[in-house]
């Protein structure tokens, strides 16, 4: 099933790992030749037909692919315009789109004979991710984790401990996300010769932005499929939410030379982002820099300090943006909006009671964006967002957020 996926598409990367005047390794002399073989690595899995029979072997039996396109027909007719159809990924095991990337990068470290995993996480979900296709291959595993991130998702810290997993909590910097993955990489440095790295999203030195948009391609690829099935055409406008970028591109990839489709991406606004940056909406309010090994819009102030982003959804929390969107972005080929804490808010009741689905809050953000556009489109047009997490993990912050006490419900 794979090769088609990397031949026809108009984006990069060039060899470089450069998306126009973003992406590229900006990494350490020690850093170098683990990336050159990890590269070469996966440039050879790419075109290997085994490789995919494994991938498309467990997407099915582990992971519950292909997920489903539904058509959210209650929602559709509360919004009065165009059809909305949701890409079920929060149906995926472990409860997001995390996984479709994991097993592809633990499969290379299988591949490389690397025994040890280590991988960064902010609100915990990919931590669970990279901790359960672990335990699945015996594999030990090691999640870096802020400090702070500790504390404010207990139950995915457990989570990943039960899975056999260890978990560092970071104190250096603000310990948040930005912090676990600078502790990852020298770790990386420091245990060259077992360890294998496994990043989340599509942010890191080339190759990860491109590996791990290729490995969540499955995503664009099954709605390409379902939408001609369903309506025997492409969708008009695809919405997808933003962290670093991996569900989104994930979704938008394999409609990138469809000139007619709309992409848009969908940041996290916070509380607002005039609001003295706290937000997370790099590419809407931040501007381009170097953070993680590559070159992309960051959150950062008048002296090129990285600032920590803000935002109800800890998932969307990350100062950065993925190298491709900031090229999309700028070559106009994308467009990127941000959207509120509160309008991500309203955008998770309605959908829990038109739908009977509690989303994450990642995509609530998207879904609040749909709520906007929809009303002011044709009946005939067609919107498919991702649904990339559901929203047990939330239930907490949003109990908060919404003034109720939880165990007091009464
Ligand atoms: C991690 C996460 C995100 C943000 O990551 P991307 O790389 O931007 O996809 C969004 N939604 C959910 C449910 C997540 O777990």
Redesign the pocket.
């Known amino acids: 099933m794979a090769n088609d996926l990397f031949n026809s598409f108009m984006t990069g990367p060039d060899e470089q790992g450069r998306f126009g005047d973003f992406g590229g390794r900006f990494v350490s002399e020690t850093l170098m030749p683990l990336i050159l073989s990890l590269e070469e690595e996966y440039e050879k899995a790419k075109t290997d037909d085994e490789f995919w029979a494994e991938m498309n072997d467990l997407w099915t039996h582990y992971v519950g692919r292909p997920s489903p396109l539904y058509f959210a027909e209650r929602l559709t007719d509360h919004l009065g315009g165009a059809k909305v159809y949701m890409k079920r990924?929060?149906l995926n095991h472990t409860?997001?789109?995390?996984i479709n990337n994991v097993l592809g990068q633990i499969i290379l470290a299988r591949r490389m004979g690397k025994t040890r995993i280590i991988a960064e996480t902010?609100?915990g979900?990919?931590g669970v991710a990279t901790a359960t296709v672990c335990a699945k291959f015996g594999l030990k595993c090691v999640v870096y984790m802020g400090a702070h991130d500790v504390e404010r998702q207990a139950p995915n810290v457990f989570r990943m401990r039960l899975l056999g997993a260890e978990v560092v909590p970071v104190t250096s910097g603000r310990g948040t996300l930005k912090d676990a993955m600078n502790d990852a990489l020298r770790d990386w440095v420091t245990n060259v010769r077992d360890t294998f790295y496994c990043i989340?999203?599509?942010?890191g030195p080339h190759p990860y932005p491109a590996m791990?948009r290729d490995f969540?391609a499955i995503i664009g690829k099954e709605v390409r499929e379902q939408m001609d099935a369903a309506e025997g055409r492409l969708p008009d406008t695809l919405i997808?939410?933003?962290?670093?970028?991996?569900?989104?591109?994930?979704l938008f990839y394999p409609f990138l030379d469809d000139k007619e489709v709309n992409i848009i991406g969908v940041e996290a606004g916070g509380k607002g982002v005039n609001a003295k940056m706290e937000h997370c909406a790099s590419l809407t309010g931040g501007r381009p820099g170097v953070l993680h090994g590559n070159r992309t819009y960051l959150l950062q102030d008048d002296d090129g300090q990285i600032l920590e982003g803000f935002s109800i959804?800890a998932?969307?929390d990350?100062p950065g943006?993925?190298p491709e969107h900031a090229w999309l972005h700028e070559i106009g080929r994308a467009k990127y909006v941000s959207i509120t804490d509160v309008e991500a808010l309203e955008a998770f009741q309605l959908c829990c009671t038109l739908e009977g689905i509690i989303p994450?809050?990642?995509?609530s953000h998207a879904l609040a964006h749909v709520m906007k556009l929809a009303p002011t489109l044709p009946k005939d047009h067609i919107i498919c967002m991702n649904m990339?997490?559901?929203g047990d993990k939330d239930i907490f912050t949003v109990a908060k957020a919404l003034g109720f006490e939880m165990g007091n419900f009464g």
């Open positions: 990924d929060e409860g997001a789109h995390k902010g609100a979900q990919h989340g999203t599509v942010a791990v969540q997808a939410a933003i962290g670093g970028g991996s569900n989104a591109m994930g959804s998932g969307l990350y943006i993925g994450a809050l990642e995509p990339c997490g559901r």
